[in-house]
């Protein structure tokens, strides 16, 4: 079956960095746009990035802008989220999800397989 296995989540201070990693296994996600979403407690999922399937295109929620970056590596089925000048806000279970059409989509709705999440907890 499909699975997609998130790491590289952990405890960093404020104004560190962190770099998720999400493999895909049981089929390929070359021809598909990946993306990361995250929920903090007592909030809902919300989107943080997204690439097209060649990482042509991507999008980016305006809370993150220019401080993550989202990647891709199309023959290892792995997508990567830089995350710099990280902020206690930046608090959350991050995971990944892939979708069944190329380009890149800002809504879960968008997307048909997720991972199970890595937790990142920003101290200040």
């Known amino acids: 079956q499909v699975q997609l296995v998130e790491s590289g989540g952990g405890l960093v201070q404020a104004g560190g960095s962190l770099r998720l990693s999400c493999a895909a296994s049981?089929?390929?996600?070359?021809?598909?746009?990946m993306g990361w979403f995250r929920q903090a407690p007592g909030k809902e999922r919300e989107f943080v990035a997204s690439?097209?399937?060649?990482?042509?295109?991507?999008y980016y929620a305006d809370s993150v802008k220019g401080r993550f970056t989202i990647s891709r590596d199309n023959a290892k089925n792995t997508v990567y989220l830089q995350m710099n000048s990280l902020k206690p806000e930046d608090t959350a279970v991050y995971s990944c999800?892939?979708?069944?059409?190329?380009?890149?989509?800002?809504?879960?709705?968008?997307?048909?397989?997720w991972g199970q999440g890595t937790q990142v907890t920003v101290s200040s």
């Open positions: 049981g089929r390929t996600f070359s021809m598909n746009a």
């Open positions: 999800s892939g979708s069944l059409y190329r380009w890149a989509e800002v809504s879960a709705r968008g997307y048909s397989y």
């Open positions: 690439a097209s399937w060649n990482g042509g295109s991507t």
